[in-house]
């Protein structure tokens, strides 16, 4: 569990990467979008699949809600991981836990147009159906134990990310219907307090 969380925080630190490639996020602007992830696991015939949405609160973290098949909902900033229950946050990994993934995490949501995503190698892929496509190898071991590469592509916004990891499983990520509001609301706010 704990590598499938780190492994949607590193996902969605590289959509806001990959999103300030193609159109720059401004400082507290809100991304939301719909989900649809497939679950590629080895021995297991079929994907497991879930819905829900994601709010990027850019410069702040993440919000990753799962409606379907189970409700879950994940909190993601610098500070660490959470696990939101009934307006509770359960600390699932604290930042210094593991240092060097969070390093890897803040300076990825730092990332401006032009610059290197730091601690990633980054490729450009060629483009398909007039979209943008890229793909990100850890440079650190630490990281690659459990992502290969992330692929991500997209036109305005991302649509679409595959995280590899070295045992062969995969997940297929597909977003949709994105908004970006110039302010986060107090509901979104108050859950990056403290």
Known sequence: MRTYILSLFMLFCTLAESQAKIMTIPANNVLTAKFTQQRHLKGIPHPLKSEGSMILYEGHGLIWTTAK????????????LYQLEENMKIEMVKAGGDSAMFD???NIFSIAPGKEVEGFNLEELPATDQKWKLRLV???QQVSNFIQSITVEGKEYISHITISRPNGDHDE????E????KSA????????EN
């Open 185 to 192: 609301s107090p509901a979104v706010r108050s859950q990056f």
């Open 138 to 140: 850890p440079k650190s």
């Open 104 to 106: 890897a995490m803040a």
């Open 69 to 80: 098949p189970f409700p879950n909902t994940i909190l993601i900033t610098k500070k660490g």
């Open 173 to 176: 990520i597909a977003l949709a």
């Open 178 to 181: 994105h908004t970006l509001e």
